[in-house]
């Protein structure tokens, strides 16, 4: 119930290129799902979050696709930059005060030039 | 969002010893986690901390491996108390933020010799 699944593990892409990574829950109590970066030697910085009352939001080069029905959510980065190679984590949680999140297992993404 | 300085960002230990790691939030928060990133993994929360009561822990922490202390709302550490090499991961805090989500520090990078 409190599991998020995550995939692929690793992904290489070229440069200006769709980079897509897919996650799946299993809790429909879950109702913040956010993405995170993190790069080497630093902590994991937010990226982007959606809530269930919407099926899709972007920001810039980054967009979250949200299918509640299925419980799966997606991070699409358009335009793929060699400076977006880092390690991709979804998590999602409930949307109370103190409510853990629970992270998927990461994505290493590699943007070649 | 809230900045939270982490110390000490790495350390190298040696086995049977113990390492306090601090965690400071420009502002005052109501609960601090405490995650465990083990080498190329995700992350798993080892517990929450709430100013002025007991820390909880998940399962498979406990406090006696890793005491928690919580002396004010800004202000948090985590002891890994006789340490083993297997201890050796990246520790995390983290706060939540109203409007912001969850941030993260940068991480304590421990290695047990």
């Known amino acids: 119930q409190q599991q998020v699944k995550q995939s692929p593990q690793s992904l290489i892409v070229q440069k200006g290129g769709i980079s897509i990574i897919n996650c799946a829950y299993e809790?429909?109590?879950?109702?913040?799902f956010p993405w995170y970066q993190q790069f080497p030697g630093k902590g994991p910085a937010l990226l982007i979050a959606?809530?269930?009352?919407?099926s899709e939001k972007k920001e810039g080069r980054f967009t979250i696709s949200f299918n509640k029905s299925a419980k799966q959510f997606s991070l699409h980065i358009m335009d793929s930059q060699p400076g977006d190679s880092a390690t991709y984590f979804c998590?999602?949680?409930?949307?109370?005060?103190?409510?853990?999140?629970?992270f998927g297992e990461g994505t290493q993404l590699t943007v070649n030039p | 969002s809230a900045v939270i300085s982490q110390k000490p960002s790495r350390d190298i230990c040696q086995r049977g010893t113990s390492l306090t790691i601090q965690c400071q939030v420009d502002?005052?928060?109501?609960?601090m986690f405490w995650y465990r990133q083990q080498p190329g993994q995700s992350l798993t929360l080892i517990a929450t901390?709430?100013?002025?009561?007991?820390?909880?822990?998940e399962s498979g922490f406990v406090i006696d491996k890793f005491p928690i202390s919580r002396p004010n709302l800004t202000f948090s550490t985590l002891t890994v108390s006789n340490m083993s090499p297997e201890d050796s991961s990246i520790y995390l805090c983290?706060?939540?933020?109203?409007?912001?989500?969850?941030?993260f520090g940068s991480g304590t990078r421990l290695t047990v010799v």
């Open positions: 983290s706060v939540e933020t109203t409007g912001y989500g969850y941030t």
């Open positions: 809790n429909t109590a879950f109702d913040y």
């Open positions: 959606i809530r269930p009352d919407v």
């Open positions: 998590a999602a949680s409930m949307e109370t005060s103190g409510s853990r999140l629970t």
């Open positions: 502002s005052q928060v109501t609960m």
């Open positions: 901390a709430n100013q002025g009561s007991e820390a909880t822990y």
